[in-house]
Nanobody, 116 residues
Framework: QVQLVESGGGLVQPGGSLRLSCAAS????????MGWYRQAPGKQRELVAT?????SLNYRDSVKGRFTISREQNTVCLQMNDLKPEDTAVYYC????????????WGQGTQVTVSS
């Protein structure tokens, strides 16, 4: 069992920054890929960034150069800079077992709104 709790969302102006944090608890977290996903109204959930236990990174093209995912012990963070209105979404933390991939866990989500 893995529990994920996101924090750090809020309202920011275009060009602003936010730092999201995901606190993870459970067993064998070193076996999990960690990631951030987001879902905007009327759209499907999409991958934002992932990080493997070995530190390999993956970002969707639209956030490259603006967002940074990092992992420290049982916390995964997403630093978001130069935010744009199209970044507005509920952001979800995800943990997926890299071997037993049916074991995938989600946080409750945190709202990010980018608006003037």
């Amino acid at each position: 069992q893995v529990q994920l709790v996101e924090s750090g969302g809020g309202l920011v102006q275009p060009g602003g920054s936010l730092r999201l944090s995901c606190a993870a608890s459970g067993n064998a977290l070193g076996r999990y890929d960690m990631g951030w996903y987001r879902q905007a109204p009327g759209k499907q959930r999409e991958l934002v960034a992932t990080i493997t236990p070995g530190g390999s990174l993956n970002y969707r093209d639209s956030v490259k150069g603006r967002f940074t995912i990092s992992r420290e012990q049982n916390t995964v963070c997403l630093q978001m800079n130069d935010l744009k209105p199209e970044d507005t979404a509920v952001y979800y933390c995800n943990a997926q077992n890299r071997v037993l991939r049916q074991y995938s866990y989600w946080g409750q989500g945190t709202q990010v709104t980018v608006s003037s």
